[in-house]
């Protein structure tokens, strides 16, 4: 597997936790979009999609839906 990037803004980070998020106001219920995260950049992620009611939850980097995108 390539090495997955933190999608924090200019963050170069390998990747080890995945945010799946969805905007009610754009995408239909059973789509998963997908934040990489560091570990260092986990929280702060999760917060910014978390205090928008977007989040749905965080799993490893490495059990990403094959779904989810």
């Keep these: 597997m390539d090495s997955l990037l933190c999608s924090a803004k200019a963050c170069r980070n390998t990747a080890t936790w995945a945010h ?9 219920p059973d789509r998963r979009k997908v934040w990489l ?11 910014f ?3 928008r009611g977007f989040l749905i939850e965080t799993v490893a980097a490495d059990a ?4 989810a995108g």
Excluded: F, M, Y
């Design 20 to 28: 799946l998020w969805n905007n009610p106001k754009v995408h239909t």
């Design 37 to 47: 995260a560091c570990e260092d950049h986990r929280t702060s992620l999760g917060e």
């Design 49 to 51: 999609l978390s205090i």
């Design 64 to 67: 990403i839906p094959e779904t």
